[in-house]
């Protein structure tokens, strides 16, 4: 499941990602939501905070995540991964490699200083 934090505003856009995420969390809720900021004010930044609930994705949303990855490579201006495991780390890092995007992983104490760096 993809739930937009309340801390989103203009161009910043928080979510909180837990159990598996699915083709319909991306398609009903995160891509929309990116879009209109993309369209709106033209680069993004994300913040995305994965607890320990967070179980990866079904193949359709993971695919999803990467078609729209690379189609707006150029569109993110921030990424920040807030917790989760290390291999959901190694793989923001390693998609980072195909975005034009400044990422940062945070564990989770670390929190409040992601929202403070996306929000510079």
């Known amino acids: 499941m993809i739930a937009?934090?309340?801390e989103s505003q203009g161009n910043i856009l928080g979510i909180r990602?837990?159990?598996k995420l699915t083709d319909s969390d991306y398609k009903d809720v995160l891509i929309p939501h990116l879009e209109k900021i993309i369209g709106e004010k033209g680069k993004a930044r994300v913040l995305c905070q994965m607890g320990d609930?967070?179980?990866g994705w079904e193949g359709e949303a993971m695919w999803d995540d990467a078609k729209f990855?690379?189609?707006h490579r150029n569109d993110f201006e921030k990424?920040?991964?807030v917790g989760g495991t290390r291999w959901v780390k190694w793989g923001a890092k390693l998609g980072a490699?195909?975005?034009?995007?400044d990422l940062r992983t945070?564990?989770?104490e670390q929190l409040s200083e992601a929202w403070e760096?996306?929000?510079t």
Not at 97 to 101: H, P, V
């Open 117 to 119: 760096w996306i929000n």
């Open 106 to 108: 945070f564990t989770e």
């Open 79 to 81: 990424f920040a991964v």
């Open 53 to 55: 609930d967070f179980h």
């Open 17 to 19: 990602a837990s159990g």
């Open 4 to 6: 937009i934090l309340p």
């Open 69 to 71: 990855g690379l189609a």
């Open 97 to 101: 490699l195909f975005m034009k995007t």
